[in-house]
């Protein structure tokens, strides 16, 4: 166990054990392109969102350098945590001194404002023990200051027992500017501080999973046999269909995606279902003996023929063939 041993309730407090850099990912801009996805035979789209995430989630067993203000009898890094942790912080209160708050390391540190609007900071705390006669005092807070002011993101009063996730984004209608202006103070915040102590006494209150910026997810993965899916998550999104299990056609904004396991497919013209390049006698031909109507569903080997998406082929679709119609 890591314990504290400064004596002076109001100065800045920290683990006796060396702290571990803060974890830190930086995730580039991933975009799967079109020419690669027609070569391999899938049909794979984008995603756009750059993103940073920086994060504290002690599982290494150190504090990773946080440290304390307020009259902190004992912080240590302790088995356990909210879902899918194996460790956390704890705080214990002394009980006679200031309020205690968590000060983030320097990680966390610099300007805000440069993570862009979809930034937002987040973490998991619990009021894991209250003395007989403690008293709720303060409700969850987040505060951040600097050279251009300070402001605080309040949250509800947390109840005793178990871990709740608090998480805002980094934009001014969400946090209370105390003095300066949002947007000088985001441009170079020097402090980053966690509510610590939520009752009078001798509380434990638990800290994990502090993490600041974005990062995408995919949070789905599907085996079927093709179409488009759409996946929002973390600020970003995913839609296409990796893996397609059957040859196919997909059409959409003109164009024609001919694909599955098809080796070196290419795209068309809508309506040129058999990939000559033309759309002509021959197109047409197929197109009417894949015709069932409105509503009917699409035929067996006739999905290229649904160009306009409402699952069946028809006369809607057949204009469509009308006007790109180019013979041989």
Known sequence: ??????????????????????????????????????????FAATTTAGAQEIRSNFENGTMQGWTFIGDVAEATV?????????????????????????IAPSAYLGSWAAFGPHARVSADVALLSVPAFGQFSLPVHFEISGPGGRAVKTFAYPPIGPWIHYETPIVESEWVVINGT??????????????????????????????????????????????TMVSFG??????????????????????????????????????????????DLNDTASFFACTNGPSAGIPVDCACWDLDGDLDVDLHDFAIVQQAFTGS
């Open 234 to 279: 973390d600020h970003s999104s995913l839609k296409g269909t990796i893996g397609q299990s059957d040859p196919g056609a997909m059409s959409e904004n003109g164009f024609t995606l001919t694909g599955g396991f098809w080796p070196g497919a290419t795209t068309s013209v809508r309506g040129d279902c058999d990939v000559d390049g033309d759309v």
């Open 182 to 227: 949002w947007d000088t103070l985001v441009q170079n915040v020097t402090q980053f501080l966690i509510l610590a102590e939520y009752a009078t006494g001798f509380d434990v209150t638990g800290i994990d999973n502090v993490k600041f910026g974005f990062q995408y997810e995919v949070g789905w993965n599907t085996v079927d046999g093709g179409g």
């Open 78 to 102: 302790e088995p356990g945590g909210p879902a899918g942790s194996t460790s956390y912080l704890q705080v214990t209160d002394a009980g006679d001194g200031g309020v205690i708050r968590a």
């Open 1 to 42: 166990m890591m314990k504290n041993n400064q004596s002076k309730p109001n100065e800045p407090r920290s683990s006796v054990r060396a702290a571990s850099p803060i974890a830190k990912t930086t995730n580039r801009d991933p975009r799967l392109e079109f020419a690669l996805a027609v070569a391999l035979g899938i």
